[in-house]
């Protein structure tokens, strides 16, 4: 007796010819609608751009506003102390996340699953700023460019984690056994079989890693806050200080130097963001 077939889905409603223009709809109100708002008016003299709005400028004023920017808002100086804080980090949570990740998904212990539970429990906990400042200060790097830095991997290392170790699981042990049959050590396994398998997935991180300290505020006001400058943190000073007050053009032009470095890394390297993003789903 044969079972009874399902009908078969009817794709010739209306659904499937309107969901495109949905989506398309729904990505150009929630992305490209903001990014034309900032750009467009960072173009403006400040009488147009006291409201901003989707109209064009009657007058381009790119040079002249942008040269405002980088001379009274300080950008070099923020640019450097973004970097000086950033690189590091990035470099850093990779490596070590990396490595932590390696021995979480090779090890078989009773002890790995609670130890992987506590890697990854930051992505969900959220550390507590006045315990933070506090052991900073207890330990002599409070307003210190290392305690930013050691700040930041604390709270991204579980990210790396995460993001890390499901994908060292699909790699076949053999390569790893090859390796060691040839006589290489553990720390030359990691370095030449397991880290150049990576990239996809570290790509992936890096990218948000760099998202989240790059626009950071929040900790570095209360960590190097007053002694040292970085972009977002600039940006808040000056425009705290009245710099910027109603001069929209003048903040959002700040806003689109900022988002430059950011965006030159993710265009250079979103083949490989992407490939991360699908990794897990392939292999």
């Known amino acids: 007796m044969r079972a009874p077939t399902l009908p078969a889905r009817d794709r010739s409603g209306v659904w499937p010819r309107v969901q495109p223009v949905v989506a398309l709809a729904a990505v150009a109100a929630v992305i490209a609608v903001p990014l034309y708002i900032v750009v467009i008016t960072s173009a403006k ?23 405002a920017v980088w001379d009274q808002g300080r950008i070099p100086a923020a640019l450097w102390g973004s970097l000086l804080i950033m690189v590091p980090t990035v470099v850093g949570v990779l490596l070590l996340g990396s490595m932590a990740s390696w021995v979480l998904a090779r090890r078989a212990s009773r002890w790995v699953t609670p130890l992987y539970a506590l890697g990854i ?44 170790t499901g994908f060292i699981r699909t790699i ?40 989240y300290v790059w626009n950071d505020v929040f900790y570095a006001f209360f960590v190097v806050g007053g002694r040292m400058d970085t972009l977002p943190l600039n940006l808040y000073q000056v425009a705290s200080a009245g710099l910027y007050l109603e001069n929209w053009h003048l903040i959002f032009a700040y806003v689109v130097l900022m988002s430059l470095p950011l965006l030159v890394v993710f265009i250079v390297g979103q083949r490989r963001i992407i490939s991360g993003v699908t990794s897990g789903a392939v292999k």
């Not at 709005?53 to 040269?67: K, R, V």
């Not at 002599?140 to 991997?153: E, H, P, S």
């Open 172 to 211: 076949p042990h053999e390569l790893e056994e090859a390796a060691r049959m040839d006589g290489a050590r553990p720390v030359t396994v990691f370095f030449r079989i397991i880290l150049p398998l990576l990239g996809p997935t570290l790509s992936t991180a890096t990218i948000l890693i760099c998202l």
């Open 121 to 164: 429990s930051g992505i969900v906990l959220p550390p507590a700023v006045v315990t933070v400042v506090l052991l900073l200060r207890q330990l002599g790097l409070a307003g210190t460019t290392v305690g930013m830095i050691g700040v930041y991997m604390g709270m991204y290392m579980s990210t790396v984690i995460f993001f890390v």
């Open 45 to 67: 003299s400040q009488a147009e751009a006291l409201d901003p709005d989707l109209s064009w400028p009657t007058s381009w004023h790119w040079a002249e506003n942008y040269g």
